[in-house]
């Protein structure tokens, strides 16, 4: 009887071997794919979400603030302000306003108010009354009476650095909290850009960031029915592109494309 086993039948099974190993190492490194692969987009679907989020909660409470501009005497739309990207940045800047989400204190609402004439004058249409938002917060103005034809009886209340407000006060951007949203480049980690809320008091404070919103973007942009007349006057059209990358090989991992339009409650129609 034979004990051992001839060289042509150990390279078969070392040959055998070799194929059984390949294959489960390409199985291996095939389901690590798939799973790093299904990672990677369920974070950009999480960061979608986040972006989606925040753009309800900061533009919905949003809105056009007017101002005259001093030498047409034309009223003009200040914010919310799109400041258009350049070629080496990540996408657009945003800077807006945001309304106060509770009543002013009686005590801040002085002035002599003694008649509104809803009845020749309703502010909401009677029709559209059920589905009409509730207001939260306005500025009356002290000196508006019945006889002014002219003159604004209310204006929004809107986040300040003092947190209450005059009739002036309203008025005036540089007694205003002003945010925006804007892409800082992530170099460290990501080599894509980083969301950021940030905010500051009046024209000319510090911007303070407020809170990182989302990582992985690829490009920001911002338009308004200024930038594109078939939005209505109160919309503000988002469109963001993400793309994650395999950290260690650098390959493109997945990537989304987020458009939102938000209808922001307080506009103008001029």
């Known amino acids: 009887m034979r004990h051992g086993s001839t060289m042509i039948e150990v390279f078969l099974a070392l040959a055998i071997l070799a194929t059984a190993l390949t294959v489960a190492l390409e199985s291996m490194v095939n389901i690590s794919s798939y799973a790093g692969l ?12 986040s972006i989606a989020r925040h753009l309800h909660n900061d533009l919905a409470n949003s809105g056009w ?33 945001r309304l106060t989400s509770e009543r002013l204190p009686e005590s801040d609402r002085t002035g002599p108010i003694d008649h509104v004439d809803f009845v020749n004058r309703p502010p909401v249409a009677m029709d559209a009354y059920t589905r009409g938002d509730a207001v939260h ?20 209340a ?16 540089t007694k205003l909290r002003q945010y925006r949203y804007v892409v800082r480049p992530d170099l ?17 404070g510090k911007w303070i960031s407020d809170r ?18 078939w939005l209505n006057a109160n919309q503000l059209r988002v469109t963001v592109s993400l793309q994650a990358d395999d950290l260690q090989s650098g390959k493109v991992r997945a990537t989304r494309t987020l458009e939102v339009i938000v209808a922001m409650r307080s506009g103008t129609t001029n």
């Open 38 to 49: 299904q990672t990677r987009e369920g974070d950009l679907v999480e960061q979608s979400r």
């Open 65 to 97: 603030f007017v101002s005259t501009n001093s030498q047409t005497g034309q009223l003009q739309r200040e914010f919310p302000k799109v400041i258009a990207g350049g070629a080496n940045s990540y996408g657009d800047e945003l800077v807006f306003l």
């Open 137 to 156: 917060s306005l500025v009356l103005n002290p000196a508006w009476s019945p006889t002014t034809q002219q003159a604004t009886f209310a204006l929004p």
């Open 158 to 173: 809107w986040e300040s650095a003092s947190g209450t407000l005059s009739y002036q006060d309203a008025q005036d951007a």
């Open 188 to 204: 460290q980690t990501t080599g894509r850009g980083v969301l950021m809320r940030e905010y500051r008091n009046g024209s000319t």
């Open 212 to 229: 990182r919103i989302a990582d992985n973007i690829l490009s920001l942009r911002f338009t308004t029915n200024a930038e594109e007349s």
